[in-house]
């Protein structure tokens, strides 16, 4: 168990709609971190968040967009969900300090569009 | 096109025998990472190497750091069923914070 939670785990939804995945991270670490993971494109960075604030930004598209709220959970929005957007959607945190790209993985939310 | 190029993508070996993935990359890193991910889990941190030459042992599994920073080893003795999964190597350029992952090395160990 590596600390870090995400619900749902499983999420089937239709195309058009629109979604939510949550994340908790590791009791202190600041940083989270979105992937999406599919069976083509591999383990894929979308965006991190420090503190609350937007930190880096990877292939992430403009349908998806995120948040880091003041008790350090993170919440990844995806809107006008299309089947290609079916994966496993990943979240991970990482010590404030330190070695501060060792990153910790949640167990993740698989995700199928209909 | 993959920063952290893997290989070999797959391995198919029997308990008892040894095997090396590999990751390599034109830049240069400040840190690799391996991680293992089975089915259906995220991955989970193995080690971090940080020094360029250095060596990391964990029980079966050796991990080494190149000379020059841009490639990595990863090396299974005796490999065991429970040694099945993904392998991820990943790391952040010197010039970029992201961190970026290797597209994965699939080892499947046969009992």
């Known amino acids: 168990d590596s600390g870090v939670t995400q619900t749902p785990k499983h999420l089937i939804t239709a195309t058009g709609q629109r979604v939510t995945l949550r994340c908790s991270p590791r009791s202190g670490d600041l940083s989270v971190y979105w992937y999406q993971q599919s069976l083509d494109q591999g383990l894929q960075f979308l965006i991190q968040?420090?503190?609350?604030?937007?930190?880096a930004k990877g292939n992430i598209l403009e349908r998806f967009s995120a948040q880091q709220f003041p008790d350090l959970h993170s919440e990844l929005n995806l809107s006008s969900l299309e089947l290609g957007d079916s994966a496993l959607y990943f979240c991970?945190?990482?010590?404030?300090?330190?070695?501060?790209?060792?990153?910790?993985f949640g167990p993740g939310t698989r995700l199928t569009v209909l | 096109t993959q920063l952290l190029e893997q290989s070999p993508q797959f391995l198919s070996i029997q308990e008892g025998e040894n095997l090396t993935v590999y990751c390599n990359s034109s830049s240069v890193f400040s840190s690799l990472q391996w991680y293992r991910q089975e089915p259906g889990e995220g991955p989970v941190l193995l080690v971090t190497v940080v020094t360029g030459g250095e060596v990391k042992k964990l029980k079966r599994l050796t991990f080494q750091f190149g000379d020059a920073r841009k490639d990595s080893s990863l090396h299974i003795t005796a490999a065991q069923p429970g040694d099945t999964g993904l392998y991820l190597c990943?790391?952040?350029?010197?010039?970029?914070?992201?961190?970026?992952f290797g597209a994965g090395t699939t080892v499947t160990v046969r009992a």
């Open positions: 990943a790391g952040s350029p010197t010039n970029d914070y992201k961190l970026s």
């Open positions: 991970a945190s990482s010590p404030t300090s330190g070695r501060a790209n060792e990153q910790f």
């Open positions: 968040y420090y503190n609350g604030e937007e930190r």
